[in-house]
């Protein structure tokens, strides 16, 4: 299946480079842009799978068009192409939505490598960020609840597959790793969660992971 794809950077040497190296690679890039507005316009003509997005953006922020993209297209997977590793970006990053951060020192083949695990809803982090988005997940899920949240006493019922897939995503591991650990199929997986976000009533995986470590499942044993 092809895996339809967007880059976003208002370098125009460095936002063709990388669209060519994806579609020499056999993605299919639907789109390009140069701005934010631009950006947003585009992605929802074009319903790209993976959104290849920068965060330095003239017109709109990065943070701003990724929040507004996921809004408007829940599904839609963002892979951030920052030259900025500061924590702060990273997390704000997470927090508006996107779904993995690689910093542009990365090679082209990690990039390639990241754009189609992005797709199919791996996180994906330059080493040494991912730590720190699951230390800013225990910290929001210490946070107070909305009260929307909180007021709902009828907890779903999820299947004992579905817990468990949840508790080995609320301890950081991918959806590969949770398909080999358990013995299933990397689709199985995407399934139980996309089942989970529908009965928990929750927009994404930051949420998803929210809810598990509220819970106190990330704590709980892993599943073998």
């Known amino acids: 299946m092809s895996i339809k794809v967007m880059v976003?950077?208002?370098?125009?040497?460095?936002?063709?480079?990388?669209?060519r190296d994806l579609a020499e690679s056999g993605l299919e890039v639907v789109a390009t842009a140069g701005d934010g507005e631009q950006a947003v316009r585009r992605a929802k003509a074009a319903a790209p799978d993976v959104l290849v997005l920068d965060l330095n953006l003239p017109a709109k922020p990065g943070v701003?068009?990724?929040?507004?993209?996921?809004?408007h297209n829940p599904a839609l997977?963002?892979?951030?192409?920052?030259a900025s590793g500061e924590h702060a970006d990273v997390l704000e990053a997470v927090?508006?939505?996107?779904?993995g951060y690689l910093l542009k020192s990365a090679s082209t083949e990690e990039l390639l490598d990241a754009v189609r695990r992005t797709a199919v809803g791996d996180p994906v982090f330059t080493p040494g960020l991912a730590g720190l988005v699951l230390g800013e997940y225990r910290r929001l899920a210490s946070e107070p609840a909305p009260a929307a949240e909180a007021g709902g006493l009828d907890t779903p019922r999820l299947?004992?597959?579905?817990?468990?897939?949840?508790r080995l995503v609320a301890k950081g591991l991918s959806y590969k790793q949770i398909a080999e650990r358990l013995v299933i199929?990397?689709?199985?997986v995407q399934n139980h969660v996309q089942n989970t976000l529908g009965k928990l009533q929750l927009h994404n995986r930051v949420e998803l992971v929210r809810y598990a470590i509220?819970?106190?499942?990330?704590?709980?044993?892993?599943g073998g």
């Open 8 to 19: 976003v950077d208002d370098h125009p040497m460095w936002r063709d480079a990388v669209a």
């Open 64 to 71: 701003q068009v990724c929040k507004e993209l996921v809004g």
């Open 77 to 82: 997977r963002v892979l951030v192409l920052s």
């Open 95 to 99: 927090k508006s939505g996107a779904t």
């Open 159 to 166: 299947t004992d597959r579905e817990t468990e897939v949840l």
């Open 185 to 188: 199929s990397h689709r199985t």
């Open 214 to 222: 509220e819970r106190g499942l990330d704590d709980g044993p892993e």
